[in-house]
């Protein structure tokens, strides 16, 4: 039982910080160079996890998982989930798992869906999580 005094501790999962993390050896890092496309911000480099992916999909899942299995975590918001610009280079992955009949804009709209159901799916009952 949690000391009534003690401070709530909430988790803020990022994807754009999904990947420094696991440079630092904080998250399991990604092996797959095809799981991150970099774009620029302010001509900053800026790599973003491919959401179209059901791989990296899991990845941000497991790395969810180990946060909580390894941390008193009371909240986990997923911060920033959604895609970076219109012109986010991801039109190989859409050809490749993107269903023809949807336009590109409704199947990004629905990997960010699938990305909220599988994390809530997978921490039902603990009652932590938040978007």
Not at 36 to 58: A, S
Request: glycine fraction near 6%.
């Amino acid at each position: 039982m949690q000391d009534e005094n003690a401070p709530e501790i909430d988790a803020y999962i990022n994807r754009r910080l999904e990947q420094a993390l696991s440079e630092k050896g904080l998250i399991r890092e990604t092996e797959d160079p095809d799981f991150v496309i970099q774009t620029y911000y302010t001509y900053q480099p800026n790599p973003n996890f491919n959401p179209g992916l059901k791989e990296v999909r899991q990845l941000i899942c497991d790395n969810i998982a180990d946060l909580v299995s390894r941390y008193d975590i009371d909240g986990i918001h997923l911060d920033d989930y959604f895609y970076p610009s219109a012109d986010f280079d991801d039109e190989d992955t859409y050809k490749a798992f993107g269903d023809p009949s949807v336009s590109i804009g409704d199947w990004r709209r629905e990997n960010v869906n699938t990305q909220f159901f599988i994390v809530l799916r997978s921490l039902e009952g603990t009652g932590i999580f938040q978007v």
